[in-house]
């Protein structure tokens, strides 16, 4: 099956402490993407990425850090500097951005709660 | 920058037509999509409009748009029970980069 899997679903940080989330995609999608959702609100991008090797900050980057070295996985590691991490995050790609309908499918999402 | 506002809560019986709206600021938007969020879920998408098009049919799902009043809206015929979830619309920029609203609450009475 063909998608965007994260893990883990849940996931708690202790203070001080730097935490990574996965985001691994087999649709051999160029773009990938990380949202913030707090409750009642919509999506706030917090990092994305083109192509290999290159990634760009979105809207809310600070406190967090992504690396994509390869193709189908863009980790994003919340960091201590970001104050208030508890939030859902979700990862997203699509075929990318040079495509005029750039539709973006979405993985399950991980919870993260501060302990 | 771009700005994209839904109402926050529908409520319809079973049954019913639901319609949910969005406006949006950015007149360079390319495509207008719209997507279903389940409890705990990530996002579904459910359809999309291209911007030079005023409506869009897909089975019981019909979009309007509404370009000189950027205006979005979807139309859910016949909804149902498992129709309750969040709905967001989303604008695609001439970038590519999509604006989010904060969703609208789809509560469906049986």
């Known amino acids: 099956d063909g998608g965007i899997t994260q893990s883990p679903k849940y996931l708690f940080r202790k203070e001080g402490q730097n935490v990574t989330l996965s985001c691994e995609q087999n649709?051999?999608?160029?773009?990938m993407y990380w949202y913030r959702q707090d409750p009642g609100q919509g999506l706030r991008l917090i990092y994305y990425?083109?192509?290999?090797?290159?990634?760009q900050k979105g809207d809310i980057a600070e406190g967090y850090s992504v690396s994509r070295e390869k193709k189908e996985s863009f980790p994003l590691t919340v960091t201590s500097a970001q104050k208030n991490p508890t939030a859902f995050y979700l990862c997203?790609?699509?075929?990318?951005?040079?495509?005029?309908?750039?539709?973006?499918?979405f993985g399950a999402g991980t919870r993260l709660s501060v302990l | 920058g771009e700005d994209v506002e839904q109402s926050l809560f529908l409520s319809v019986r079973e049954g019913d037509s639901s319609v949910i709206n969005c406006t949006y600021t950015?007149?360079?938007?390319?495509?207008l999509y719209w997507y279903k969020q389940e409890p705990g879920a990530g996002l579904q998408l459910l359809t999309y409009?291209?911007?030079?098009?005023d409506m869009k049919q897909d089975q019981r799902l019909t979009v309007l748009l509404n370009k000189k009043d950027k205006h979005l809206s979807l139309r859910i015929a016949d909804t149902q029970t498992g129709d309750s979830a969040i709905y967001f619309c989303?604008?695609?920029?001439?970038?590519?980069?999509?604006?989010f609203g904060g969703g609208t609450r789809l509560m469906v009475k049986p």
């Open positions: 997203a790609s699509s075929r990318g951005q040079v495509i005029a309908k750039n539709i973006q499918y």
């Open positions: 649709l051999n999608h160029d773009a």
């Open positions: 990425s083109q192509i290999v090797n290159d990634f």
């Open positions: 950015d007149s360079s938007s390319t495509y």
């Open positions: 409009i291209f911007s030079n098009m």
């Open positions: 989303a604008e695609g920029d001439a970038g590519n980069m999509l604006t």
